[in-house]
C-alpha cells in the first residue's frame, strides 16, 4: 500500500498523484508492474476538477501498465471504500490474482467556489443544491437536529476537531499538522450554523492506493498480509428530503451490519477505527451508526480520551478527513492505508495504536447515501 | 452554476412554482419531489400529481455563511428542511425570519422568489421558499388603514 | 376621442395585494445625499417607501397579488380564467413575458391568453379594460389583471424618496361572485413627455415640475369628469375616490379639483407609508377602500401612467364584498409588517452598486 501526502499540491497534477501513490504500493508490495492484473480507482469528479473523465485508463497508462483493465469507480465521497470493494469481489471472484485499488482527487486547480459546486453534485442537484445548499449546509441540518434531539453542545465538536488535528500533527502525510484548541475552533467563522470552519473537513489533493490478492498469493509476498475480513456497502435515500430520521445514516448502520456478519466479530473486537468524519457531526454519527455506542450517545467518549491513541477506541488516527484531509475519490483507500499501517505496526510519530488487531474503515458517500464498511485483521 | 442547462431547469419548474409532488394510490404517501415509482409499493403502486398546500413546519435550519458562486450575493441565507403538513420533507430558503427566531417545530408557509440569476445575461430561476406563517390578519380582520 | 365601455354586471370578484417587508425612511436617503429631509417629507408627503428584498422582483410581486386574488375569487376555476395581464415598468426581462411566468406559477396554463403591457403606471388599469371587453364580449368567464412593479430610480434624484415596490391584482369577471361592479370606465390620453426612460439606459428621466399640470393632472381630472359625464355622476355621488399616488400631494389635489372632500380620498392613500408603487399605485390604494367599504357604496378610481394617460373606473361595492375581503390579507397587514432598513442594505437589495462576482 501507499499514499501521497494530502494537502494543496500545486506541482502535482491527477496523474502524479495516483502514480505517487501507485509506485509506493508496488514497491512496497514487492510486486512487479506486470504481475497487476486489474486496476480500480475510485475518483469523484476528475471531469468538473480538471477535465479528464477516463481516470483509471489514465492512471493505467500513466503508470506504465497501459494494457491493465482498469476502470473507475464513482460513488461521491465514498468512491474509494467502493472502489476497495469491487477490487475485493475481483479478486475474491478467482478472475484475478493481483488486483490494485486506489483512489485520486486532484481538487485545488479549481477556486475553491467552484470546488464547492462541484461537491455539491455528491447531494441532490436538483432539489438541495438547487436551492443553495451547500454541502456543510445539509450536514448542518443533521448538527442542527441532533442538538436538538439528544441535546448536543458544540464544545463537544470541538474536541472531535481537536482531536483530529492533534493525530494529524503526528501524521506526515497530513493535509493539517497544526494542533488547535478546543477555543479556536469554537471561535473560529461560522460556514453553516452550527458547523464552523474547524467542523469542516478541507479540499485536498492525494492519491492512495493499496494491493489486493486472495490470502495464498498474498502470502508469496510478504509475510504480513493484512486479512480482509469483510468489506459491505449499502444505500440510502440520495438527499435529506427522504430520511425517516435526519440523524441516521441508514446506509452505514446497514453496512456495518453486513460486515460484522461476514466477519463474525463484535464491536468490542475493534481496535482501531477509521471513520468519515467529512465534518465533525459526522464522526458522532458515524460512530454511532456502526455501532459502538447508543445512538444519541457518541458524545460521551470525548468526555476523556477514550478515542484519542492509547484510549479504548482510538478513533481517526491519521487525522481522519479533517486534518488528514479529503481528496475525495482517495479518502476511501487513505483509511484503508492508515488501518493497515496501524495492524502491521508501522504508524510512527507515537500514533501506533498498541497491539492492534483488528480495525475498521467507514467510507461515506455525500450525506450517507452510500456507505462501505470494511474489516481488516493482522491474521 | 454547473450543470444549469435550460432544459433541465425548466423540467423541474413546475414542481418548484406550485410545490407539485406525487402521491401513490395504492399507499396513500405523499412524495416531494415527484417520483415515477412508489419506493414502497414499486410496481404495485401507482404515482398521481398532487398539489402541496404550503404549510409546513421546520423540521431543521441552518444559516450559510460559505455558499457556492451563485448565491454570493445572498448570503447570509437560511437553509431549512421544512415538513410539509402532507408528510413529505422539503429543503429550501427561509426568508423574511432573522436567524435568531428561528425554531424547530416553528409554522411556515410556501412563498415565491427567485431562486438564481445566471451570470451575463442568463435566465432567471424562481421557485418555492418558506416563511413564517402569520395569520394574524384573519383573528380579526380589520382593513381600515 | 371619448371611447366607451359600459359593462353591466361585470366587476371584480377578485383582489390581492402584496408589499414586500423592508422599508426605508426618507431621512435615511436624504442623510447620505445631503439633502433637507424635511423639506422633502413636506414636499412629498411621504416619510418611507417599501424595498424588495434582493429575491424579489416584479413577478414574485405578480405572484404573491394573484394569489391572493383567486383566494378571494374562490369560485373561479383555473380553466375558467381565460386571460392574464401584467402591468409594470420594471419587468424582469426585456423580452420575456412576466405573464407567462406567474400564469405558470397559478396553475393558470395553458389554455389562457397572456401578454405583459407597458404604459408607466397605468398599465394594469389598462389591462383591466382588456379583461373586461374580453369578459363582456363572452369570450371567457374571466381575466386577471396585475399591476406590480420594483420601481428605479436614479441615486440621489428626487424619484428616489418614492420609487417603491409593490403590487396588487384584480379577477375581473361577472356573476353572483362580483364584490364590486364596474359601471363604467373611460380613458384620456395624449402624448406628454412627462417621464420616460430610453431602452439600455438605467434610470428614468422627469421633467421636474412639467409632471403636474399637464401631465397629471390635465389626465386624471380630465379623465375622471369625461367618466362623470358619461354617466352622469358627480363626486356627491361617490364614497371614496383613489387616485395614482406618486407622491401624497397631488391625489389631494386632484381630489380638490373634483369636488370631492379630503375623508373620501384620505381612506385609499397609502404612499407616504409605502412610497409610489408604480404600475401597483392605485390597484392598492383601491383595495385599501375594498377592504373596508360597504355595500352599495360608490368608488371612483383614476390611475396614471406618464407619457401620458389616464384609465377611470366607476365602481359600485355588492353585499358579497363583505364575505370576500376575509379571504386574504389586507393592504393595512402589508402595510404594518415593516421592517426598517439603512441605506447601505437599500444599496445592496437594489443592487446599486453593481454585482458581487457571479450574479
Redo the contacts between chains.
Sequence with gaps: MGMTEFGELWDKGLKDLAWEAGVKAVEAAGIGGKDIEYIVFGNMSGG?FVGQEHVAALVADFMGLNSTPATRVEAACASGGAAFLQAYMAAASGMYDIVVAGGVEKMTDVGA??A???L??AMD??????????F???Y??????YM?EYGLKADTLAKVAVKNHYHGSLNPLAHFRNRITEDEALSS???????RRYDCCPVSDGAACVILAPLDVARKYTDTPIVIRAVAQASDTL?????ED?CTLRATVKAAGRAFDEAKLDRKDIDVVEVHDCFTIAELLALEDLGFCKKGEAAGLYGDNQTYVGGELPVNTDGGLKAGGHAVGATGIKQIVEVTKQLRGEAKNGRQVEGAEIGLAHNVGGTGATAVVAILSRR | ???SGIP?HWR?MRERYRLLGARCEKCNTNY??PRNVC?KCRRRGRTTQVEFSGRGKI??????????????R?MP?I???VQLDEG??????IVDCK?DDLR?GMEVEACFRK??EQEDGGII?Y?F?FRPYDNSWAEDFDGEL | MLQELKANGIGIVGYGVYIPRWRIKIEEIAKVWGHDADSYRKGLGVEEKAVPSMDEDTTTIAVESARNALKRAREVKPDEMGAIYVGSESHPYAVKPTAATVAEAIGLTPNITAADTEFACKAATAAMQACMGLVKGGYMKYGISIGADTAQSAPGDVLEYTAASGGAAYVIGGGDGVIAEIEGTHSYTQDVPDFWRRDGTRYPTHAGRFTGEPAYFEHVINCSRALFEKLGTTAKDYDYAVFHQPNAKFPIRAAKLLGFEEKKVLPGMIVSKVGNTYSGSSLLGLAAILDRAKEGERILMTSYGSGAGSDSFSLRLTDRVEGKRRLSPPVKYYMERREYIDYSMYARFERLLGVT?HV
Excluded: C
Excluded at chain 1, 189 to 195: N, Q
Design positions: 468538473l467556489g467552484q464547492a459546486a462541484i455539491s453534485g442537484y436538483e432539489w438541495e443544491a438547487y436551492f443553495g445548499a451547500t456543510p449546509a445539509v448542518a441540518l443533521m448538527a442542527r437536529r436538538h467563522p461560522m460556514v453553516a450554523d452550527p458547523l438527499s435529506l428530503l427522504g430520511r435526519l | 452554476m454547473s450543470n433541465q423541474t416531494f419531489p419506493p423540521f431543521s435550519y441552518t444559516v450559510i455563511n460559505a455558499s457556492s458562486r451563485a448565491f454570493e445572498y441565507y437553509v431549512g428542511l413529505p420533507r422539503v429543503l429550501s430558503q436567524p424547530i431562486i438564481f430561476s421557485g421558499k | 462576482g
